[in-house]
């Protein structure tokens, strides 16, 4: 019956050891698990602003080009415009030296 005592005393002492590890290791576990949840709410938050910063440069970048777009018909225009002022100018001035 000592022996068995004995033994049965043994065994408690080992699982309360073993459950003090445990509850540390929970601790542990337990904060690692806060702080990466936090990472994450964190990485979230970043993530939701530059989606909305890729959205608006979207935009922007869609507007710059309709903008680029008419700039170039513009230009188109009065490339063309110059060229015929210059052809009328160059042909009015041909007839003053060669009437």
Request: glycine share 0%; aromatic share 20%.
């Given at each position: 019956?000592?022996?068995q005592y004995v033994?049965?005393?043994?065994?408690?002492t080992e699982m309360r050891k073993q459950s003090s590890i445990l509850t540390k290791q929970y601790a542990f576990l337990l904060a690692e698990s806060t702080e990466m949840n936090?990472?994450?709410t964190e990485i979230r938050k970043q993530l939701s602003i530059l989606r909305k910063q890729y959205v608006f440069l979207?935009?922007?970048s869609t507007e710059m080009r309709k903008q680029s777009s008419i700039l170039r018909k513009q230009y188109g225009?009065?490339?063309a415009q110059s060229t015929e002022i210059r052809k009328q100018y160059s042909g009015s001035r041909l007839?003053?030296?060669h009437p």
């Open positions: 019956m000592r022996k033994f049965l005393l043994a065994k408690f936090t990472r994450y979207l935009a922007e225009f009065l490339l007839r003053e030296v």
